[in-house]
């Protein structure tokens, strides 16, 4: 994906819309789909999954559980060790906010 579209999206998500797992999934997917078509190499894909992780207020769940299944499908342990860390990391800092 080129720096344009990465840029109308990160505008796009800055402006509220990055909170939602709906927005998110729509950039990932396409994110996804062009490295899987041109590159194979899925670095851009994960650094945007792990901001998303981040972002979302609506369901960080099942954005946890959409990383994981990826890192289990396309990474090796070393990325599923850091998915998981970074997962409870962040659902940890989730869990008194719904207090």
Not at 43 to 54: D, L, V
Not at 65 to 88: M, P, Q, T
Request: proline share 2%; hydrophobic share 35%.
């Amino acid at each position: 994906m080129n720096k344009e579209v990465r840029d109308l999206w990160n505008a796009f998500l800055s402006r509220g819309y990055g909170r939602n797992l709906s927005s998110w999934l729509t950039y990932l997917s396409l994110e996804r789909e062009l490295a899987h078509a041109v590159t194979k190499d899925y670095r851009e894909y994960r650094k945007q999954i792990s901001r998303a992780i981040h972002h979302i207020k609506d369901d960080p769940h099942t954005m946890a559980d959409i990383w994981l299944n990826f890192e289990r499908d396309y990474g090796d342990c070393r990325s599923v060790d850091a998915c998981l860390k970074k997962i409870h990391m962040e659902l940890a800092e989730v869990v008194p906010q719904a207090e």
